[in-house]
């Protein structure tokens, strides 16, 4: 990760993590973060014709937290499973804030978000430096503490392409200050691809135009297709700062459920995500083994 004392990329151990993280991200700069912010694509695209057929496939199942002696929600519209990201783009280095939330599989230690949220979008792979998710954040609240990144996977599409149609990310996770995996801390969603573009969905996230991003809101509705592209549509009207919160199938009131996409964009008060194909699941199990 980006160690910002030595001015360089480098390799550490998760208590240099944690230490990088903390000393970087103060309250400061926690408050001077920027909403991420990125716009739905046009309505005409490289995307297949015809709509998918057939039943989601589940690649993971949702897990509860398991160390931390909690639940996964506080009430039915807070989880802590979900939470915010922050990061520093190598572009101008500027903090940003996103969100996310963590997914269950066998590391226990998988984030998901918006591709836009760790790397550079039609660049050369440069991804985010600083790079931290902080599940449960409620007004500077931390309650299951901060997961630095280790490692990112996403598509090409995004990384070379810019195509937003691919603006995902798989992000493995160092443990927190007190060693508990993000899954065991916070507990973990699970995982569905494929299925029908019309699902009904609870989309949580940190929009900044929704109480300065300090707050985790949701929206819920039947999504629909987005126009001639392999993505969905809910109009929540989510501002920067939601990207990368997940679109959730099933949500139980334990704060858990089933992601089936993450917030991209807004174009004319409509959200966009993703539509999560048998590509996303690959980029999924080339993560969900991996560990610092």
Known sequence: MWDESARAERKVSPAEAQRIVN????????????????????????????????KAATASAPAAPTVTGGPSAQDAWFSYTNGKIYFVDPRNNGGYQCSGSA??????????????CAVVGGGNGQVMRNWVFIPG??????????????????????????????????????????????????GGHGFRYNGSYSRYVHIAGYPGNRDGGEV???????????????????????????SGGPWLENYQPNGLG??????????????????????????????????P
């Open 23 to 54: 000393e970087y991200w103060t309250p400061e700069r926690l408050a001077a973060a920027k909403p991420a912010v990125a716009t739905a694509g046009p309505t005409k695209t490289n995307a297949t014709t015809s709509a998918p057929t057939g």
């Open 103 to 116: 997914v269950n599989s066998a590391s226990k230690s998988l984030v998901v978000t918006a591709g836009h």
């Open 137 to 186: 954040y409620q007004r500077g609240s931390e309650p299951r503490g901060r997961f630095a990144a280790y490692w990112f996977h996403y598509s090409t599409g995004w990384s070379v392409r810019n195509d937003w149609q691919r603006d995902f990310a798989w992000v493995v996770t160092y443990a927190n200050s007190s060693g508990q995996k993000v899954v065991n801390a916070a």
């Open 216 to 242: 985790q809101w949701y929206c819920w509705g039947t999504t629909d297709r987005w126009p001639s592209a392999n993505a969905y549509r809910l109009g929540c009207n989510f501002g920067g700062g939601a």
């Open 258 to 291: 089933y992601v089936i996409s993450a917030t991209q964009g807004l174009l004319d008060g409509n959200n966009s995500g993703p539509y999560y194909d048998s590509h996303v699941n690959d980029v999924f199990n080339n993560a969900k083994n991996q560990t």
